[in-house]
C-alpha cells in the first residue's frame, strides 16, 4: 500500500478528482481520512450474507478499487449471484481489475468503467453507493436513487454511505474538529487536512442525515435507517 503523501507536496491545490495520483495512494487516503471505514467493510459482508437473493445482480456505483464489491462477493451465500461494479475512472477500474482477479471469491464480478448515472439498474438485490452520492450534483441524486429503487428486487436494500453534515452548528463544528482530530493521529499534517479540505470544496457536497432519509422516501424506498455512524460519516441500509 503506497502512503498518501498528496497534499504534503501540492504547490498548487487543485479540486479533487480520481485520477491516477489518487488511485495510486487511495487505499492508504480512504484508510486514514474515514473514520470507521474498515469495520463498515466487514458489516458489507454481513448484510450480503442477509440480503443477497439467489440469482440476482448485486452493483457496487462508484467501486474503486473494489474494497466493498470484495466485502460483499465473500458475505454472498446463495447461488446464482452476479456483481456489477462501477466507476468513472478508469485507473480506479484497472487498479480494480487487479484486486478482483487475484481473490479467491467466487461470484462473478463484471467490472465496468462507466458513469453511475448512465447505468441501468435491474433485478437487483443489493446496490451499494459507498461514499459515492456525495460527489453526483445535488439536483441529480434523487434522479439516481429512484432509478436504483426502480431496479431493485422486493426486498432488495441500498447501502448508501455518506459524509454527512449537521444543521446545528455546534454540532457540525465539534463533528468536523474530531474528523480532523482523527487524521491527525493517522499521521496527517494541518497542512494536509486544510490542503485536502480545500481541493475537495465544490466536489463533495454533504447533506444531513434527514434529508437523505427523506430522499430515500421521496425515491420509492419502503423503509430506511442509519445503521452506523463514526463521527460525520454515517450509512444507511434503505429497503424497497
Known sequence: MKPDHIYAHAQEVEPF???????????DMIRRSVPGYGLSL???SVIAAEYAQQGSKIYDLGCSLGASTLAVRHGIQVAGCRIVAVDASQAMVTSCQKHVDEDDGATPVDLLCADIQDMVIEDASIVILNFTLQFIPVAERTRLLRKIADGLRPDG???LSEKVCFDD????QQHIALHEGFKRMQG???????RKRQA????LIPETLATHHERLKDAGFAHSHTWF???NF???LARR
Open 234 to 236: 454515517t450509512s444507511i
Open 157 to 159: 436494500v441500498l447501502v
Open 17 to 27: 478528482c480520481f485520477d491516477a495520483r489518487v488511485t495510486e495512494v487511495f487505499a
Open 188 to 194: 496527517y499534517s494541518d497542512i494536509e487536512i486544510s
Open 200 to 203: 475537495l470544496e465544490q466536489v
Open 229 to 231: 455512524q463514526c463521527f
Open 169 to 172: 452548528v455546534t454540532s457540525q
Open 42 to 44: 466487514q458489516m458489507l
